[in-house]
């Protein structure tokens, strides 16, 4: 009876081990909540400006639909649990004070959901670093958000200078000055085509696929927006070549006299835009003109089933006819 006891408490003890993994791993297989660049500062030790010597990428290439770039992106796919080792030479420390040229940074190459931090070969990179005083190596702060790959001159410059910014903003003392200041900051950033969404998204969630795992508490700085910087945010609205999920944040923040030209301006966009993308403007189309012919229209559109073979035909059809609907 002692037996049948302690074979049935180990049964016990080892279905709550698998239950405990199988619920970890459900946890990790989840998008982190997204790391803005204001986050990455304050939360990083160590900002650097680096160029990276990692010749030999462990694992297969795989293509990558990257929602927010609106592109297809190359990540390595790994053994689970692999590990990824990246020298970076480092060209300028932003913050922390480092006093060598050479660090070694340690990324868990083999991890798919939530993304790892990527440090390909030879690239010059914005790295956000942390590292624990027991460890020989650095870490990424926010995984695959910590690490910016720098592809233009342009894109280093308009990064390098809001980070710069935002350290000065954090000496303020006064919280009300520093928030004041923090708001004029996320203006500016969303300005700026490079750093765009850094700025939108903390101004506005609403109408960014990304929000749904945004597990933060909103810090509401578009209550602290004056009337000139909407102006402003406006005129960059309207100024943006294409629409993608950061304009669409921009454009919660228009006034009420500005929804006839932003519908116009939505629906312009809406024929060149992917699935996922086009599916977010008839939702924000729809919040202006809340028509039930839309709304059917539009639920059909969500309905599109990507095993069926005439999927494009059929896509195509939806939004020609959400178009000629709105605009009658």
Known sequence: ?????????LMKHLFLIIFLQLITQTV???????QTLRKLIENSQYIVIAKVDNPEPKGEPVKIFDKEKNDTVI????????????????????????????????????MICPAPASYPDQKIVIAFLYKKETDSTFSTEGLSYGSKMMYSEE????????ILAYLEI???ANLNERKKATVEWL?????????RWDGAYELSREGHYIA???????????????????????????????????????????????YPRLKAHLLHHLESANYYLASNIMKRIIDLDPSKELLSVYEEFRNISFDDREIEGKYQILVKQFVRVASE
């Open 75 to 110: 990540m390595y796919r790994m053994t689970f649990g692999g590990d990824g080792l990246a020298d970076l030479h480092i060209n300028e420390c932003l913050k922390g004070d480092l006093s060598v040229a050479r660090i070694q940074v340690s990324y868990e190459a083999g």
């Open 212 to 258: 749904y795992y945004d597990r933060s508490t909103d810090s509401e700085f578009y209550k602290k927006l004056t009337k000139s910087q909407l102006q402003r945010l406006d005129s960059t609205f309207f100024a943006a070549e294409t629409i993608g999920y950061s304009e669409l944040c921009l454009s919660n923040l228009l006034s009420k006299q500005s």
């Open 1 to 9: 009876m002692d037996i049948e006891k302690r074979y049935d408490q």
């Open 28 to 34: 990790f297989a989840f998008p982190i909540t997204p």
């Open 187 to 195: 203006v500016r950033c969303s300005e700026n085509n490079y750093t």
């Open 170 to 172: 954090l000496k303020i």
């Open 155 to 162: 894109a280093l410059s308009a990064y390098r200078a809001s």
